[in-house]
């Protein structure tokens, strides 16, 4: 029986922001995420190295969604391997791995459509076609109930939990019951102060899920998040810290939800702000002061979410 397993976190930093990846040291070792294109070279490899592991040796390359900061670097670690590491992606986001123009169809469809100058769509373009390696066809394209199985009594579960983005997915360690996140958890956001939510009724159903089914032991997120006050958490997460982080996630939810109800009552906005579009008054509520035109920046994705779900709410 399954009694520990040794877990790397990986700090892979851009810019101001970093995300995490995790090795799981198994017969068949795997990484869980892997940052952007530098991240292999810079981040990756090196840690690893101070553990006395070698990147060749990675077996499995697991992507828990298809964004760019955790997937942008899957090709460099593959080609560490020399191509022979599976490369694993959630069913519904494995375009975004085999095509990069699906990134862009991605961004347009979020942040894009509310940044109205070409120019600055074309630098973030440019930005996030870059931060890809290359593509990939992958070996496994999971789904809920799938199984990886690293060696030995080592088995990692998928559990479907999108609303971050459309296909997120969370390996749980099996017997552990250790989850690998990511995204998926949010608590108040990250770097720019407001979680990233595309889809925020399956946000809610994912991380109810994990509270109330899953209950995991440990929990690995992609990025450090904020709390109530701010403050900003490690996205390792242990014991009865687990649920408390889970709960944040759901508190934050429900206030962004009542603030949607709240400030656009009929679904409309009465006007487009220069800077905020059509969420200058969501902005004026929380007292958000930040630039939505950066890369990345949570305000249009959450709050496009959001409004699409009531309006969603009052066409039903």
């Excluded at 862009?104 to 459509?113: E, P, R, T």
């Excluded at 508190?251 to 009542?258: R, T």
């Excluded at 709050?303 to 699409?308: D, K, Q, T």
Aim: glycine content about 8%; overall charge negative; some cysteine.
């Amino acid at each position: 029986m399954t009694s520990s397993v040794r877990v790397i976190p990986i700090e892979c930093k851009f810019g101001p922001i970093s995300a995490f990846a995790y090795y799981v040291d198994a017969p068949e070792p795997a990484i869980i995420d892997t940052g952007v294109n530098v991240s292999a070279l810079q981040d990756i490899e090196p840690t690893l190295a101070k553990h006395g592991i070698r990147i060749e040796d990675i077996r499995w390359i697991l992507l828990t969604h298809g964004h760019v900061d955790h997937l942008g670097g899957a090709y460099a670690v593959w080609e560490k391997t020399g191509r022979t590491a599976k490369v694993v992606i959630p069913k519904k986001e494995a375009r975004l791995l085999r095509d990069k123009k699906e990134q862009i169809v991605d961004y347009m469809s979020l942040q894009g459509k509310f940044i109205t100058d070409p120019v600055l769509q074309e630098k973030h373009i440019t930005m996030l076609t870059t931060d890809i390696g290359g593509t990939i066809e992958p070996d496994l394209e999971v789904v809920e109930g799938d199984s990886i199985q690293l060696g030995k009594d080592i088995t990692l579960k998928v559990i479907e939990t999108p609303g971050h983005s459309i296909g997120s997915v969370t390996f749980v360690l099996d017997r552990l019951n250790w989850a690998f996140a990511a995204d998926a958890v949010q608590m108040y956001g990250g770097f720019s102060g407001l979680p990233t939510i595309e889809k925020p009724s399956l946000y809610r159903k994912s991380v109810q899920r994990l509270l109330e089914d899953v209950r995991p032991n440990r929990l690995f997120l992609g990025h450090p998040f904020r709390n109530n006050i701010g403050e900003m958490v490690s996205a390792q997460i242990d014991g009865e810290q687990v649920a408390s982080v889970l709960q944040a996630s759901l508190d934050m939810d429900a206030k962004l939800s009542d603030l949607v109800k709240r400030t656009l009552p009929d679904g409309h906005s009465a006007q487009t702000h220069e800077l905020y579009g059509p969420f200058a008054a969501l902005a004026a509520e929380i007292g958000y002061t930040g630039d939505p035109r950066n890369l990345p920046c949570a305000f249009f994705v959450t709050m496009n979410g959001y409004h699409e779900e009531l309006v969603s709410s009052h066409v039903k």
